[in-house]
């Protein structure tokens, strides 16, 4: 069990400095840059059979991707169809359902879904009725549970939603909420587009309480157009006020030339570099004071949080959704852009409604590409996800679990960690790797060193660290 840290030491600027380098977040490993349409559809249900086989009653997960958004927020990275007309969105849920029993049908019926996720987009653009007629969908295809012992949850704008919305969400079974927040000043939101009173947040948030809902997240970002110093650190404050159980505090990274939304965005409008820096201190200290734990990646949660015992447990994980508590489900993605995990393999559906449409009409499954790991990959993955989640890693677990000689396997690593250990961010000792409170905040470092992909492609096509 990991002992607790003082949370003020996360932050040292000169070592931040020195170290915020493009890299990737870690949702997977190997990341879907690595994905190829050298996998296919006849390579996902060979794998669907090889789970049958070797998981008994290994329990699933299940997402599925509503891309739809009644309006254009413009820091916006995502996979969305941005759409003031409702209707769209039925044509794409007959087709989901489509999908759904094609998977169903590969999977054995007794496997219960320990885990859901409905992401977006915006999954609240869709009906009450719609709503209703997804989930029963999935009860009709799926074993989900009867009580709430399962982790189903879903993201909401509070703009899309009424009183009447979470009585529906909890009858049909969600138990957890992420809400998006961003920012509760009024120019900020302009700016960004994203008109979002703070009552109407207050408003959603008391709703999640009224309804019994288990838990509550809210996500900020900070980085956005005329933030600044003190203006972030009076939503943070405002944001500790109405007490959610876990928050994400993003890092807004401006890619223009990657995300057409983000060229409304005018540059010279955002906070400067060290104002930002200074954002990223104060709010570990604002929350840090509130008594909310560091999970790690831009996350906070309360100590009695379902992620923050798993990690003191080291029994927390981290998949395509973030972090997580079920690391024993085949992660199974179901609409356009959204991506599953069966067995040692990942796959991707295609990205356009016209392709997902077309595909699906055809009786065939939308995966356009994906990955096998390899016997290395596998390993790497299992190290990078025990730093990541855990900060730290008990090199005899490896190699009795992978039949290695740790530090002669990762020898080079271990080279690059002998800088990282002099400057403070770890800790190498002959049976385990500790990552010590400042590496926290730079753990994508630390897993980057054990990287075989990020080596070869210096850190392109990712965000940077802080």
């Known amino acids: 069990m990991s002992k607790p840290v003082d949370q003020k030491q996360l932050f040292d600027l000169e070592l931040i400095r020195r170290y915020d380098k493009a890299g990737p977040r870690y949702t997977s490993y190997p990341t879907a840059v690595q994905f190829t349409s050298d996998f296919g559809p006849d390579d996902y249900k060979a794998w669907a059979e090889k789970s049958n086989q070797r998981a008994g009653n290994k329990p ?36 989901l359902y489509k999908e759904m029993e094609m998977q169903s049908a590969m999977f054995d019926s007794d496997r219960m879904v320990d885990q859901l996720h409905w992401g977006g987009g915006t999954p609240t653009f869709i009906s009450h009725d719609q709503m209703r007629e997804l989930m029963a969908q999935t009860r009709k295809h799926f074993k989900l549970h009867d009580d709430d012992t399962g982790e189903y949850s879903i993201e909401i ?49 008391e709703n999640v309480r009224k309804f019994g809902f288990k838990s509550l997240s809210v996500d900020l970002i900070y980085g956005l157009p005329f933030q600044t110093i003190d203006s972030f650190e009076k939503t943070l404050a405002r944001m500790i006020e109405l007490s959610p159980d876990r928050m994400s505090i993003f890092n807004y990274a401006h890619l223009p030339e990657m995300f057409m ?21 104060n709010t570990i200290d604002q929350l840090t004071d509130a008594g ?17 015992i798993a ?58 590409r994906g990955l096998e790991l390899n016997e290395d990959d596998i390993l790497r993955r299992e190290v990078i ?7 730290h890693l008990d090199k005899s677990k490896i190699e009795n679990e992978f039949g290695i000689e740790f530090d002669k396997y990762f020898v080079s690593s271990l080279q690059q960690l002998e800088t990282m250990e002099k400057d403070g961010l770890v800790e ?33 096509r990712f965000s940077k660290v802080i």
């Open 261 to 281: 939304p983000q060229r409304r965005i005018r540059e010279e409008d955002l906070p400067v570099a060290a104002d930002k820096l200074q954002i990223l201190h």
């Open 311 to 368: 990690q003191r447990d080291e029994t927390l994980y981290r998949n395509f959704q973030g972090y997580s508590t079920h690391s024993d489900c085949d992660l199974i993605g179901m609409g356009i852009t959204s991506i599953g995990m069966v067995g040692n393999s990942y796959s991707q559906n295609v990205k356009t409604l016209e392709e997902y449409y077309e595909i699906i009409d055809a009786g065939q499954l939308p995966v356009f």
């Open 157 to 205: 704008d509070p703009r899309e939603v009424t009183e009447e919305t979470f009585d529906v969400l909890r009858s049909i079974g969600f138990n957890r909420i992420s809400l998006g927040v961003q920012d509760l000043n009024p120019v900020v939101q302009k700016a960004v587009n994203r008109i979002q009173p703070e009552e109407v947040t207050q408003r959603a948030m």
């Open 385 to 391: 996800t025990r730093l990541i989640c855990h900060f």
């Open 428 to 460: 190498l000792g002959d049976k385990d790797i500790k990552v010590l409170t400042p590496g926290r905040l730079l753990i994508r470092n630390i897993c980057m060193a054990f990287d075989f992909y990020a080596q070869q492609t210096k850190g392109q």
């Open 292 to 308: 909310y734990v560091y999970i790690g990646m831009d996350h906070f949660a309360k100590p009695d949080d379902e992620l923050a």
């Open 60 to 95: 699933l997960s299940l997402y599925f991707h509503i891309p739809f958004c009644d309006t254009l927020c413009f820091y916006c990275g995502c996979n969305k169809v941005v759409t003031k007309r409702r209707e769209k969105a039925e044509p794409y849920l007959q087709r």
